[in-house]
Nanobody, 123 residues
Framework: QVQLVESGGGLVQAGGSLRLSCAAS????????MGWSRQAPGKQRELVAR???????NYTDSVKGRFTISRDNAKNTVSLQMNSLKPEDTAVYYC?????????????????WGQGTQVTVSS
């Protein structure tokens, strides 16, 4: 069983910073891409940032220059440093990971999601 557990959400004023963390645990053989998505009320979930196992990163345009994604492959963690936060960043943030699990000698790759953490930015 694989689990992703997020932490670090909360309430912050506009212009402030928050750091989200996500730890993967369980019967993990390897982790490929990891990422952060968010879903605001009444809106579709959108991918905010992603990072490959080699450290290559991509960001959605609205967070470029303000958010930084990073990962620690030894600890199976991914983080999102969010600076210069805006009220429009308010959402539930979810981490995700493409994880390879070996079961009965067979390797299978699946996408896993955390439970989400609320980020609220007040104006």
């Amino acid at each position: 069983q694989v689990q992703l557990v997020e932490s670090g959400g909360g309430l912050v004023q506009a212009g402030g910073s928050l750091r989200l963390s996500c730890a993967a645990s369980g019967s993990i053989f390897s982790i490929n891409g990891m990422g952060w998505s968010r879903q605001a009320p009444g809106k579709q979930r959108e991918l905010v940032a992603r990072i490959t196992s080699g450290g290559n990163t991509n960001y959605t345009d609205s967070v470029k220059g303000r958010f930084t994604i990073s990962r620690d492959n030894a600890k199976n963690t991914v983080s999102l440093q969010m600076n210069s936060l805006k009220p429009e960043d308010t959402a539930v943030y979810y981490c995700s990971a493409r994880i390879v699990v070996v079961t009965r000698g067979m390797a299978r790759e699946n996408d896993y999601w955390g439970q989400g953490t609320q980020v609220t930015v007040s104006s």
